[in-house]
């Protein structure tokens, strides 16, 4: 029997899985399948680097064009990162009629719909499960599972690194750098970790998601990003004394045909079943007009989930292959796409505030939330930084983000307001 030959990209932490997975599964997969599933050629910066697997040296190579132009291989799986020269080699290797799997979120939230409308022209498969949320079977359940259904809002916790340090934070006080050093040596972190802590990784993630939710064409700019580098220890204390969780999420909502995206520390109250979703566990809250309320669990980042969900990738595009049934995705963006002001994006809020021990400051600060017709939900004054400031925490009714954003900015000309310590956004 034929094998199919695999091009792999990437032998780090995702491409060691896949060389076990596809090895150790085989039988399995070749039962499924219908042919024996091999590995011919290896990506790698450097062939000389010590390997956790033992890998035939003569399959690796330095030079991805071997790949691209080696007219046995039939799939590439892309495992290895980058977006200019990636692009490149995965538009060549479309156009000579190569399938494609990729865990590449940077590459599908910038550039996917031209390596998927290339696709479309030359009957290849691009798929990108591992892309999002590594080992939950996000992409597969939002095409096809909710494909008769009109989604509302997605809400997820999709990025591993960042749960697992917000999580370390709040159970055990750990220090942020310290965790950032172990998710980074479990395999969590992104090569550049800036783009987990600072929010984009889990931006690109949303941007993925709401562009097959919302199945307009949405962007990475359309998305309001703030990371966890400002989240201190402090904020997480206040968060569990009034009820609530840190947790980096995602948003993503469509109200009458308008969309707003966003990735920011949010106060999430205990009793959501995101709030306790610890460590590098990822879930993914999927709200549909006619099936309402759904989420999924599970791992969202490291070697074996993420390997599985690109090995299960791997097996649709075989048996697509067997069935002549390849580059066959409907078209997911079809809805114009229009975007929500900030006068129509919603939520409540919590403020922490540091203000002058003095008469009158509080009633200074209640003037300006109701010149704003914004509503109080509760006030706290917890602790004196020193003696002539003390801590305000404020959590507000909804209200608009341009509206919070006038009362900010009238704060910022008060005089007996000292600092604006903190401000988040709150889920119930
Ligand atoms: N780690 C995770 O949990 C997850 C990762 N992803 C995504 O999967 C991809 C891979 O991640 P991960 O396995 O963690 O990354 P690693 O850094 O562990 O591995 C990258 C691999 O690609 C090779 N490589 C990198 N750049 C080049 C290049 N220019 N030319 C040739 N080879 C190159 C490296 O070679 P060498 O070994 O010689 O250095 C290495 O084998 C990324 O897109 C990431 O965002 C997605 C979901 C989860
Ligand atoms: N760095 C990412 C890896 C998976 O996408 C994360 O931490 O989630
Ligand atoms: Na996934």
Redesign the pocket.
Known sequence: MKPVKVGL????????GVVRIVEGHQEDLQSQVGSPIAISKI?????S?A?SIHIDSSKLT?D?WEIVRDPEIDVIVE????IG?TKEYILEALERGKHIV??????MALHGQEILAKASEKGCDVFYE??VA?GIPIIRTLIEGFSSDRITKIMGIVN?TTNYILTKMSQEGAAYEDVLKEAQAL?????DPTSDVEGL?AARKMTILATLGFRAKVALEDVDVKGISSVSQQDIRYAQQLGYEVKLLGIAERQDDCISISVQPTMVKKSHPIAAVSGVFNAVYVYGEAVGETMFYGP????M??ATSVVSDLVAVVKNSKLGVNGRQASLSYKEKRLKTDEQIASRFFLLLHVEDRSGVLAQIAQVFSRHEMSIESVMQPAMPDQNVVELLITTHMASKATLNRALAEFEGLPAIRRIKSVYRLES
Do not use: C, H, I
């Open positions: 990209f990437g032998l780090g932490t995702v491409g060691t990506l790698v910066k450097d062939r680097k390997r330095e991805p495992v290895m990162g980058g020269n990729t865990a590449n979120k940077d590459l591992a892309s590594g591993g395999g969590y972190a992104e090569a990784d969202g980042a490291g070697e989930p993420t």
